[in-house]
């Protein structure tokens, strides 16, 4: 168990929809990443918050955004969902530049 | 594109015999890392070996770096069922950034009992 919580597990959805993935990091740790797992893009960083600030950007679509809140838990919002949006969401969490560690993910399916 | 390439895609080995997986990278780094992954699971970090390192080694598992041909290798030693998963190397652009890191896409290791 690596501390990290992400909620829900599991989210199937119609096209068009709206989604909020939610993740809670490891106590103590101030930064919060996004990532997306699909089968052909592999794992792709979207976006870094660091103690409510947003840090760096990755790949994130328009249609994604992301925040983190004072209590440091954050939430990565997916809006006019796609079913190429269908993926695997993590978030990780460290204490910059520390070692990642990973949630369990959600798994999203857009129908 | 990818920054960090695993080598072979997918690799099956009978228990006790030793896995050798390999990472290549295009532009220089501070660190690389190696993380597992199982089925449908969270990413798990194994190790970190930094640019001014050759080896390094935890357990069963042994990382090596070669910056002049930009590649690594992890090597797991008398495998076990369990170490049956998604293997993944990571690069962090010479920034030393964790958001910057970019993974490979992964070699699967299956371990037959």
Avoid at chain 1, 22 to 34: I, K, T
Avoid at chain 2, 5 to 32: F, R, V, W
């Amino acid at each position: 168990d690596s501390g990290v919580t992400q909620t829900p597990k599991h989210l199937i959805t119609a096209t068009g929809q709206r989604v909020t993935l939610r993740c809670s990091p490891r106590s103590g740790d101030l930064s919060v990443y996004w990532y997306q797992q699909s089968l052909d893009q592999g794992l792709q960083f979207l976006i870094q918050y660091y103690n409510g600030e947003e840090r760096a950007k990755g790949n994130i679509l328009e249609r994604f955004s992301a925040q983190q809140f004072p209590d440091l838990h954050s939430e990565l919002n997916l809006s006019s969902l796609e079913l190429g949006d269908s993926a695997l969401y993590f978030c990780a969490s460290s204490v910059p530049p520390g070692l990642l560690y990973f949630g369990p993910g959600t798994r999203l399916l857009v129908l | 594109s990818q920054q960090g390439e695993e080598d072979p895609q997918a690799l099956s080995i009978q228990e006790g015999e030793n896995a050798t997986m390999n990472c290549s990278y295009k532009t220089s780094i501070n660190n690389l890392q190696w993380y597992r992954q199982n089925s449908g699971r969270g990413l798990v970090h194994l190790i970190l070996i930094r640019s001014n390192e050759r080896e390094k080694h935890s357990g069963r598992l042994r990382v090596t770096l070669d910056t002049s041909k930009k590649s690594s290798s992890l090597l797991i030693t008398a495998s076990r069922a369990a170490d049956t998963a998604s293997y993944f190397c990571a690069t962090d652009g010479q920034t030393g950034a964790n958001s910057k890191l970019t993974f490979g896409k992964g070699i699967t290791l299956s371990v037959r009992p």
